[in-house]
């Protein structure tokens, strides 16, 4: 009786396993087109001053190998005095999307940092963003109008 | 409140936030100290700037209700020669930049992000250029040490000192503009002081690079503050151009490009006339890159 029971418990512990490497452990994603997404963000945006990154961007603006980006959009301010800036990836994996989640973590406090003490409106706005992994999707969202892009992106990954 | 108000307020928060930031650094120097230290060398060449500092100082850099007076009092500081200056060339190929760095702070990162999107249509727009930048960062913060809180621009997710990040991108072409950042709270003199220790340290590192120099720019009429104004940029520029000869370092006078006939920045240049009144538009770019291809050293 003992061997079934503990049987079954390897079996339950297996299938738990299984189930959270599919799901992120509890974050479960759907397939999302971040492209369509950022289209769907930019009808919002009232920043007029944006500007598109391209793949050849990731590397010297962030340190992102282009090798573990499976897909990405990249809308970021162009004037250099205002923080705006929205980066959503896809990682191929959940060890790239652990790298990318890194990098912009880092570049969130670079921007932290920059701003403290010289734009302290845009650094108000900075504190109210964040970098968000959802399974092996990682962004970075910092807008005056954080809360109804997240909520667009959640939307289509969620 | 008013929306004129507001952004006023900001705009001192702003100041005295800078002030706090680089009270921490070199030798210290009191809110007041960039007009001392322009005021002490009132018998050098840029005594006009000095005199119209002192009469325009208070205790702290503030934003000023009205545009600095005297006028032509400032204009003849503009007028003042740069004590070297790379002299104007035929247009070079962009291929010219394939190897050179742009240091600077936020004016600086204006120019990356236009290069930058202007390589979307043209990818040897400007060469193979690359940017240094970071906002806020001057040449004495960069002087400090390297921290997670440090300001200090990142390259290819590489967050280091200045010399180490110009040294591991192999750059033999080195141009840098700061002052900005700097003159509100170190003054003029201290702020060239920075500049050419920073410069040794990049030399240090990259013996064979070619240094250039690239002067301040002006803010436009009506954002002229207490310390930061055109007057200091102007006295902070041909201070520089003199540590340049000294030092022998190329020294670029992209200011000259970009003052209208009172030394102030047009307003067609400026991207930001009701916030900082410093930073640039894309025609000012234009300006900026045809003046670079346009004062080159072989």
Same mark, same amino acid.
């Given at each position: ?20 490497? +599919?799901? #992120?452990?509890?974050? *479960? %994603? ?7 997404? @950022? !289209? &769907?963000? /930019? ?28 897909? +990405?959009? #990249?809308?970021?301010? *162009? %004037? ?7 980066? @959503? !990836? &896809?990682? /191929? ?30 650094? #108000? ?34 | ?298």
């Amino acid at each position: 009786m003992k061997r079934i029971i503990a049987l079954l418990f390897a079996a339950a512990m297996l299938t738990t396993v299984i189930l959270c490497s +599919f799901t #992120a452990c509890g974050s *479960s %994603t759907k397939q999302a087109d971040l492209g369509k997404v @950022m !289209t &769907e963000m /930019k009808s919002k945006i009232t920043n007029k001053e944006m500007m598109d990154l391209s793949k050849e961007d990731l590397m010297p603006n962030y340190g992102i190998e282009a090798a573990d980006v499976k897909q +990405f959009a #990249a809308y970021v301010d *162009s %004037t250099g005095t205002k923080g705006d800036e929205i980066i @959503m !990836t &896809e990682g /191929k994996d959940a060890d790239a999307a652990k790298r990318i989640k890194d990098k912009l973590d880092a570049r969130y406090m670079q921007k932290e940092t920059e701003m403290k003490d010289y734009l302290p409106a845009e650094f #108000a706005i900075l504190k109210k963003c964040s970098v968000n992994q959802d399974g092996n999707y990682v962004s970075m969202i910092v807008s005056p109008q954080y809360e109804d892009l997240l909520k667009i992106y959640n939307a289509a990954i969620k | 409140m008013t929306h004129k108000h507001s952004q006023k307020i900001i705009l001192i928060l702003a100041v005295a936030g800078l002030v706090t930031l680089s009270a921490c650094g070199k030798p210290q120097n009191s809110a007041s100290s960039a007009v001392q230290s322009v005021v002490s060398s009132q018998s050098s060449p840029q005594s006009t700037a000095s005199a119209v500092s002192s009469n325009s100082s208070s205790a702290t850099d503030s934003a000023a209700s009205s545009p600095v007076s005297a006028s032509s009092q400032i204009a003849a500081v503009f007028t003042t020669p740069p004590a070297t200056v790379v002299a104007q060339s035929t247009k070079a190929d962009p291929s010219y930049l394939d190897d050179a760095v742009f240091i600077g702070d936020s004016v600086s990162l204006k120019l990356k992000n236009y290069v930058t999107a202007k390589r979307k249509t043209d990818a040897n727009f400007f060469g193979k250029a690359r940017f240094l930048t970071a906002g806020s960062m001057g040449s004495g913060n960069a002087l400090k040490p390297l921290s997670s809180s440090s300001i200090h621009p990142s390259y290819n997710g590489k967050k280091a000192l200045l010399e180490d990040n110009v040294a591991a991108m192999g750059a033999k072409k080195v141009y840098i503009m700061l002052g900005i950042n700097d003159i509100a709270p170190y003054g003029v003199d201290d702020s060239v002081k920075n500049m050419a220790k920073l410069l040794e340290n990049i030399k240090a590192k990259s013996p064979n690079a070619m240094i250039f120099v690239q002067s301040s720019t002006p803010m436009i009429k009506t954002m002229q503050m207490t310390s930061l104004n055109n007057p200091n940029l102007a006295a902070y520029d041909l201070a520089l151009s003199k540590m340049c000869k000294e030092k022998g370092y190329n020294y670029i006078d992209v200011a000259s490009a970009m003052r209208d006939s009172e030394g102030n920045l047009p307003l067609e240049y400026c991207s930001d006339p009701d916030v900082l009144g410093m930073h640039f538009t894309d025609k000012a770019c234009e300006i900026w890159i045809n003046y670079l291809l346009t004062h080159t050293v072989k």
